[in-house]
């Protein structure tokens, strides 16, 4: 494993106050709360850190789609934390993203993984309950666009 990476994810284990075990030298995952699932893993050719978060697991169905549906609209927003991802070999709904390392500073990262974590604790608990998406998301995708393409003049 890259020291520099392993001294990163020992320094994240220290600030995040959360064992960190350093077995694989490819990726490491931790359980966030005993149920959330989350893996960082250093990718050498690119130089990214790939963070992924294991949402849920979604049964084929209609409200696997519903769901599949809200994830869509939920990546096509600019500012947002994170793309989501099905797994098909697992049928699992993940959160990833991947940032600049080494560039990336502890502080930054810091923050960033905690909204990472809110965000998939978010949506996991909204899918859990039964809805499509968190209710402050559907109410924001609800909300119509102020342009409509009949006030665009020639």
């Excluded at 209609?62 to 599949?68: G, S």
């Excluded at 402050?136 to 995708?141: E, G, K, M, R, V």
């Excluded at 609800?142 to 409509?148: C, I, N, R, T, Y």
């Amino acid at each position: 494993m890259n020291s520099i990476f392993q001294d990163f994810l020992i320094e994240l284990g220290k600030e995040l106050d959360i064992p960190i075990n350093i077995d694989n030298p490819k990726a490491i995952t931790f359980l966030v709360d005993d149920i959330l699932n989350i893996q960082i893993e250093n990718n050498p050719i690119d130089g990214n850190i790939i963070i992924a978060a294991f949402v849920t697991r979604l049964t084929p169905g209609k409200f696997r789609e519903n769901v599949l549906r809200e994830t869509l609209k939920y990546n096509d927003i600019f500012e947002r934390i994170g793309t989501f991802g099905y797994s098909d070999k697992e049928n699992d709904l993940v959160l990833f993203d991947f940032l600049p390392f080494p560039e990336i500073k502890m502080d930054v990262f810091i923050n960033y993984i905690s909204s990472f974590i809110e965000t998939s604790f978010k949506w996991k608990e909204s899918i859990e309950r039964g809805n499509a998406a968190p209710d402050d998301f559907l109410i924001a995708a609800a909300k119509p666009s102020k342009l409509s393409p009949l006030d665009l003049k020639p």
